[in-house]
């Protein structure tokens, strides 16, 4: 391991940061010409701040979520020459807005990602957002059906949250690891308050949908 384990006050500070002041401008942007909220960052492990930012950008391709998007511009154009390109595993902290999708956990596997943290979950993108596409495609794609009670399947993990490629844990998984419950209470409300940021962002994306904004994606 290149640097010390940052703490987990340490981690919430910079993660709610980089979404306040990096990602949300970016998403405001995309949101109002048809592209969906999502957003992803890569942080430098060592110092914590940001090193490339990105969000979706489903107007020009269904698969350039943004993560998808984040990874590639951290490869291609922020940190093209191998030989000075920051470590994902080692080196790097990937935040995702939204709890990452089957095809972007894919992605951060294959590209040797190894810590994930997300604001929201798969259960605020579908409730809160109206988007419950992650949940459907892990269900409905890779929940392989055995002998198992319709209950049993339900109860279920829809994935490996720790597995050998990586750790995904949620903002208030991080709450878990602070000190003293007067500072547990601060950062939870930290976190609703930066997760209400998004309230505005949601409508403005719902909006265009009805009123026909470009996207390329067949799932709005
Ligand atoms: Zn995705």
Redesign the pocket.
Known sequence: MSSAEPTSTELLSSLLTTIERAIIPLTRDGVSSGSKV?GAAILSRGTLAPLTVATNNERVSPLL????NCIQQFFTVDFPSAETRPHPRTDCVFLATHE??????S?IAWSGFREVYYLFTYEDSRDLFAIPY?IDILQEVFRVKGAETAEQMEARPLYNRSNKFFEARSFQDLVAGVEGEEEKRRWTAEIERVKGLYAGLSEVYQEGKKSGAESSSVWK
């Open positions: 999502f979520h943004g993560e998808i990452p999708c089957s095809l972007c956990l992605g992650d």
